[in-house]
């Protein structure tokens, strides 16, 4: 049988199509994101309680960021287990602005700690505080023109807008 001899497939029959195939990455990737959010989290938490004396007010913020960082992740990873449909990319727009909001907020909490220590301006804090959001920042970009191509995309083959 030659390709003239198939029937035409629909954008949706082709997506529904690919779905098995792609359940399966998606599905690891999302399970390794919860189980190390999870684990992550309960390892700060555990660290933070078994302090034997009161920390410091920004030592306090740090482990409470950390927290949530984690807790984030392990979100992100159970919505993403429980996703049974095709994403065009919205899991790495949103992984790569969860990385950039973690390495933003952890920059400035270094910087403000550098400062507080003395340091007039924290040039090796901010390189490479630097170095990752600008990292990070990339993988954004990157996400969304990948995510902008796979719906260009979908609508030349004839299929419905993202779901």
Not at 10 to 27: D, F, H, K, N, T
Not at 73 to 100: E, H
Request: proline share 5%.
């Amino acid at each position: 049988m030659n390709e003239r001899e198939e029937p035409r497939l629909s954008a949706r029959e082709m997506v529904e199509r690919l779905e098995p195939s792609l359940g399966i990455g998606r599905r690891v990737r999302a399970v390794a994101a919860l189980v190390a959010g999870v684990a992550g989290a309960l390892f700060v938490v555990a660290l933070w309680w078994s302090e034997p004396g009161p920390l410091p007010g920004r030592t306090q913020v740090a482990f409470g960021m950390f927290t949530a960082f984690c807790l984030v992740w392990a979100c992100y990873g159970g919505w993403l287990v429980r996703r049974r449909v095709p994403l065009f990319a919205t899991d790495r727009v949103i992984a790569a602005w969860i990385g950039l909001a973690a390495s933003a907020a952890t920059t400035v909490l270094a910087v403000v700690a550098a400062v507080q220590r003395g340091a007039a301006v924290p040039w090796p804090v901010l390189a490479v505080g630097g170095l990752f959001v600008a990292a990070a920042l990339a993988l954004v970009v990157r996400a969304h023109g990948r995510r902008a191509a796979l719906l260009r995309r979908l609508r030349e083959l004839g299929g419905e807008r993202e779901r």
